[in-house]
């Protein structure tokens, strides 16, 4: 752990007043501010960082360590008594902001968390857990069309809980806390399962402190997707259930306080641990309650009242505003109710992605000082002599809500230099922060004052920009650590200094300047913003989805023959075309030499066969013994990039798949008579594709019925990526086709057109046509390859292929 120690002493201060703590635990460190209660003067800062890790286990992740957080608080609080020689005494309260969603798993007893932090900016669960909260309306549906115990309202109350995703819209950040705990349990679900607190970075923090385990209000509002009801936070109890998530109900704090609700007074044993030898003698000092950071600083801001937005900047931008009202729209999150103070009885929020960060790039592109190019931007006119920005370099958050749109520069000529496009740059982040505005009002939010805080104050120019363009006053505070000085303001009200944030505020928080619009400039602006800049969005869109659809044709142009192929469906009035690529996949089980199946699969391989199908039979489960998880794994050695496909016949398939084949396989199918229930097919399902990373397969003998399976309950939870309906006797090759298998085959086409559906077995020039037809688009042939064409494999791939084809 790093251990770099940051002390400021702003004033000489009376070592007898009354203080607020307010910490401050951000991502790279955690930050403890002493505050005189009276004034709101930041006294002593003391600050110790400490390590994230990122990309273990996967790409994407970050994680810190819970005690790294607590070791680094103690050390800084001990400074922090160190340098201001203050009695303990005369802290009156202690409150905590933290990062929002860095949510960590514990054990019922002890403090230790059993997991590294999974981090606000963790992004593990990526688009399929993000889609899957979105879509969890669908997955309730799905559910109660299973006769599951769901109840029709489901729907209705989900679609309610995720309105404050743009209004139903999404999208859902991988940030919040249902796919981050959605994950764990698909992923890490020894984990999950022995957790039995699952919290964020505050909880964790204030239950070190009071012993108390309790949830913050605000980030339950803002990230849980906790609703108001009758003065009460109530969970999402329909989202989880119908995530199969709704044991986290129990592993949730089930106390929610209010921001300012006082949690309780620092224990004995924390009270040891964090002033060290000055705790000679116990003093209670209550704990109040805080939030996530940002939520925490509108009120260091002096922003909780209607018509005011609290602009945080840094690499991005970050807009939160309060309104009057419940509302809800597209291209904004919210509203969130009762997420804070009283006063901000509703806030909306919104986003821009990029903004300090590329200003940076700039200055480190041009190689040169922000002093010097602010000074050369400033000569620069309005409009940048018709050069314009499009401030997406890394995607939009807010309003269009695409994280695939780009960056770009429109009207650059050699007349132009790098301080016109440093200003356009500028500008570009001022009109993106004024679409936001522009959908909040739209929305039904009245702004008139925005309250600024963060890199952006450095600069006057820069303020006077974002006045003109968004046509609001903008205010400047004294204080630059708002969520520090926002935590000392909810101590100061919860322990009884003021009666309200609103009293608080108007005694600590210190307007330094205000900056009103300039009304010629702000008409300039308005001109490039709606001439130019408010179309680059839609024109650049539009060229993106052009260049991929030109990309996709012709990835499918030489992926597939152009013809296309209609399947029938299983009413046969009615015709689907197969979405999926066609695939052959020759049996090794078929292979004329089975010591020597490397030579079989060089063949397979360099007769442009997709897949290499490989039987795993052990004797019990069919009369016949094949090959074992060394074959497969001998075969991923020498050929590295294989796709195999592995048929587990098996009375026990979880043990092959421990052993071997779910780190050496690229596909697992498994029969469902080897694995009985529902459940226990859904968790093999889980293990394959979520521990293994696999993708999951069902094998069907011809006499099963497919309503024996689960197979249609598995595929609605998108558990299944193909069906393989065997359409002879599973262990013996040179068998006809069964007609009856085919039947199967229409009934899973109409479900799906995308699924990979296999018929294994039989398969040959005789078939090929009524099995292709019936809808399947794998095809397992090894007799008709391996022996009946045998030294001519590639022709027979090309006969079989012939009559296969992709939409």
């Not at 339950?220 to 609703?227: D, L, P, T």
């Not at 909780?304 to 602009?311: E, G, S, V």
């Not at 075309?577 to 695939?583: D, G, H, N, V």
Request: charge should be negative; include cysteine.
């Amino acid at each position: 752990m790093k251990t770099t120690t940051t002390t400021t002493t702003t004033r000489p201060h009376n070592k007898e007043g009354i203080f607020c703590l307010g910490v401050d635990g951000g991502t790279g460190g955690i930050r403890c501010q002493l505050f005189d209660a009276r004034t709101g003067e930041s006294l002593v800062t003391c600050e110790r960082t400490y390590d994230t890790t990122y990309g273990i286990p996967r790409a994407g992740c970050a994680t810190q360590t819970c005690a790294d957080w607590w070791r680094s608080f103690r050390d800084a609080m001990r400074e922090l008594l160190s340098v201001s020689k203050i009695s303990l005494a005369n802290i009156a309260g202690i409150c905590l902001d933290t990062t929002c969603c860095s949510v960590v798993f514990m054990e019922e007893h002890g403090e230790r968390a059993i997991y590294p932090c999974v981090m606000w900016c963790d992004m593990r669960a990526g688009a399929k857990e993000t889609k899957d909260v979105l879509n969890a309306a669908e997955c309730a549906k799905r559910r109660r069309n299973r006769n599951e115990d769901v109840d029709a309202r489901y729907e209705e109350e989900v679609a309610k809980t995720l309105r404050v995703n743009c209004d139903g819209e999404g999208p859902v950040s991988a940030e919040w806390m249902v796919p981050k705990a959605l994950w764990m349990k698909r992923n890490e679900r020894e984990v999950y399962d022995r957790a039995t607190k699952v919290c964020e970075y505050q909880d964790y923090m204030n239950f070190r402190l009071t012993k108390r385990y309790c949830a913050s209000a605000n980030n339950a509002s803002v990230r849980w997707h906790f609703r108001e009801e009758e003065g009460k936070k109530v969970p999402p109890k329909e989202l989880l259930e119908a995530l199969e998530l709704e044991d986290l109900l129990e592993k949730w704090p089930k106390d929610v306080l209010k921001c300012g609700e006082v949690i309780g007074n620092v224990t004995k044993e924390a009270f040891e641990e964090l002033f060290g030898e000055s705790a000679k003698n116990f003093i209670e000092i209550p704990v109040v309650q805080g939030g996530a950071d940002a939520f925490i600083g509108m009120i260091g801001l002096g922003a909780i009242h209607p018509k005011t937005m609290a602009l945080i900047t840094g690499s991005s931008h970050l807009h939160l505003a309060v309104t009057e009202k419940k509302m809800f729209g597209k291209g904004m999150f919210g509203a969130y109710e009762n997420a804070l103070v009283p006063e901000a009885k509703f806030i909306v929020e919104g986003g821009q992605t990029s903004t300090g960060s590329i200003t940076n790039w700039f200055k480190n592109q041009f190689n040169c000082t922000y002093e010097e190019i602010f000074k050369e931007a400033e000569e620069i006119p309005i409009g940048c002599e018709n050069l314009v920005a499009l401030d997406h370099f890394q995607g939009n958050r807010t309003p269009h809500v695409d994280a695939e749109s780009k960056g770009c520069f429109i009207g650059l000529t050699l007349k132009h230099s790098r301080a016109h496009m440093f200003r356009a740059i500028l500008e570009s982040i001022c009109f993106g922060t004024k679409a936001v505005v522009d959908t909040m009002r739209k929305n039904g939010t009245e702004i008139e004052t925005i309250v600024i805080a963060g890199g952006a104050t450095r600069s006057k120019f820069w303020l006077q920009m974002h006045a003109d363009v968004t046509n609001c006053e903008v205010v400047v505070t004294e204080c630059p650590d708002a969520p520090a000085l926002g935590c000392a303001i909810l101590a100061s009200v919860g322990v009884g200094i003021y009666k309200t944030a609103d009293e608080a505020c108007g005694r600590m928080v210190k307007r330094l300047e205000t900056i009103s619009p300039n009304v010629k400039s702000a008409a300039e602006y308005e001109k490039v913003y709606s001439r130019t800049y408010s179309k680059l969005y839609g024109l650049c869109k539009t060229l993106r989805e052009e260049e991929e659809k030109e990309e996709k044709d012709a990835i499918d142009e030489n992926a597939a023959p152009a013809k296309k192929r209609k399947t029938t469906t299983s009413g046969g009035d009615a015709t689907k075309t197969t979405s999926a690529l066609f695939k052959i996949a020759p049996s090794l089980l078929a292979a004329p030499d089975h010591a020597n199946l490397i030579s079989a699969t060089s063949i397979a391989l360099a007769a442009s066969a997709d897949w290499i199908h490989v039987d795993v039979f052990d004797g019990q489960f069919v009369p016949v013994v094949t090959f074992g998880p060394s074959t497969v794994q001998s075969l991923r050695e020498n050929f590295p990039t294989a796709f195999l496909d592995c048929h587990l016949s098996c009375q026990n398939p979880d043990f092959y798949i421990d052993n071997g084949l779910g780190d050496s396989a690229s596909q697992i199918s498994f029969h469902p008579e080897a694995v009985r229930t529902f459940a226990e097919r859904k968790k093999l399902c889980e293990k394959i594709k979520f521990k293994h990373n696999k993708r999951a397969s069902m094998s069907i003998n011809p006499s099963t019925n497919l309503e024996d399976t689960s197979v249609f309950e598995l595929l609605d939870l998108n558990l299944l990526d193909c069906v393989n309906v065997l359409a002879v006797q599973p262990g013996f090759g040179g068998q006809k086709l069964q007609p009856t298998a085919l039947e199967k085959v229409k009934r899973l086409r109409k479900r799906s057109k995308t699924l990979d559906i296999q018929v294994d077995g039989g398969v040959n020039l005789e078939t090929i046509e009524a099995v292709v037809e019936s809808g399947a688009n794998v095809v397992v042939a090894g007799s008709f390859i391996f022996r009946e064409n045998r030294g001519k494999e590639k022709d027979a791939v090309k006969m079989l292929r012939a009559f296969g084809s992709t939409t």
